[in-house]
């Protein structure tokens, strides 16, 4: 059986967000998957990665979050909401992340998951990340709204291109070992539509609701984003001049 993890970046569970990731549990359920949550909103998810998160940290000693993770991680010290975090992606074999674009970006809330539950010595160490990252065999899928129209959002779209604005949570994933799926993204939702072009929102909103078993059935065979294996940068970290680049964000030449 699989086991899908939903995480919701999202204050509102009444959203369109909050209404899609519902629609996935419901597609994953009728699929058989056993479903977990991480309503980050629901659960009241701190994001902000700090020493008083940790007992024995004394507010005079210089707080060093990676080896205090490290060090919490190895001695079952770990925050407990955190610990809940790393059980649930621990147990999951595909987690599916859905959010808006704030400000060009996922919400803060995901960028402080991120930091506080990908904890160093337990999701990732200097000899277990990207091709031997501790979560090889796992996926994981964004489903994305943005307030910008697709158009605004292209390769040439003022917003700047969708896929480079996620591409930093993206690698986040590979950096742990996860396989990442092209992500899901449906544009143009916001409040403030009227009359026909509010109709229209709505009903595509409807049909991505409608349709989001037949996404889900289709994730076995879903294209997956590429990115550079271990072998492909020399020594210094250096893509190779010989391997291919997959994104702006690792390329060859400025
Ligand atoms: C703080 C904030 C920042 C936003 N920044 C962006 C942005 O950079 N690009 C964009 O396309 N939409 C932006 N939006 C619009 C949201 O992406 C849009 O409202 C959301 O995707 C709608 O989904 P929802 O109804 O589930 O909230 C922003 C909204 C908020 C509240």
């Known amino acids: 059986m699989t086991t899908t993890l939903i995480v919701l970046a999202h204050p509102e569970r009444r959203s369109f967000t909050g209404a899609w990731a519902e629609a ?33 940290i004394s507010p005079t000693d210089r707080f060093d ?49 991120f930091d506080r539950v990908l904890a ?24 994305v709204t943005t307030g910008s129209k697709a158009t605004e959002s292209a390769f040439n779209g003022k917003e700047g291109d969708i896929r480079l604005l996620l591409w930093p949570a993206a690698y986040t994933l590979r950096y742990l070992g996860f396989s ?26 409807k049909a991505a609701l409608d349709g989001q078993s037949k996404l889900v059935a289709g994730l076995k065979t879903r294209e997956q984003m590429r990115f550079n294996s271990n072998t492909d940068f020399d020594a210094e970290g250096r893509l190779r001049p010989d391997r291919p680049s997959h994104s702006p964000f690792i390329r060859h030449g400025e």
């Open 24 to 56: 996935t549990a419901r597609a994953c359920a009728e699929a058989g998957d056993e479903v977990i949550w991480s309503d980050l909103g629901q659960i009241g998810f701190d994001p902000a990665e700090r020493a008083d998160h940790y007992r024995g």
């Open 65 to 113: 979050p990676l080896k205090v993770q490290e060090d919490a991680a190895e001695n079952c010290a770990l925050p407990d909401d955190v610990s809940e975090e790393i059980r649930k992606i621990r147990a999951a074999d595909r987690v599916i992340f859905h959010f808006p674009i704030w400000w060009f970006a996922p919400p803060a809330v995901l960028k402080g998951w």
């Open 120 to 143: 160093h010595g337990a999701l990732h160490s200097v000899d277990e990340r990207f091709d031997t990252g501790m979560c090889r065999g796992k996926s994981a899928l964004f489903c």
């Open 180 to 205: 990442v799926y092209v992500p899901e993204v449906i544009h143009g939702v916001h409040g403030y539509h009227t009359g026909a072009e509010l109709a229209e929102m709505e009903q595509r909103l």
